[in-house]
């Protein structure tokens, strides 16, 4: 009888995002690739079940609102770490500065309009 490889330690983590009308082919063999690569996959859904092009149903590990958020372990986090393996450190850190910039320009201008709203007209 042939013997189970160990499970491979897995360090890297990426999150896939699913909404109704994936393609659930597509869907469940990225999945299935990247953790036979020995990457942790979360998969986010817009509803608790997602279903998919052919009416197959799947259920995400966690919903897009658990994830989607500026703090450690969201969607922004799981990405640089997929451009890290996937390109490098120098490469991944050039799109995280974009990122910080991005998301400081659109809170100035959130805040910003937030404060016009509040002016006496």
Sequence with gaps: MPR???????????LLLMAYGAEEMETVIIIDILRRAGVSVR?????????CSRGVKIIPDVLFD???DRGAGTAIEFALTLVEVLA???T?????K???Y????????????ETEENLPI
């Design 102 to 113: 991005n998301i400081k320009r659109n809170d100035e201008v959130e805040n910003a309009e």
């Design 88 to 90: 490098d450190g120098e």
């Design 98 to 100: 974009d990122i910080v």
């Design 92 to 96: 991944k850190d050039r799109i995280a």
């Design 66 to 68: 658990d994830v989607l």
């Design 43 to 51: 998969v986010a859904g817009e509803n608790e079940i997602v279903t």
């Design 4 to 14: 189970k490889p160990k499970p491979r330690e897995r360090t890297n983590e990426t």
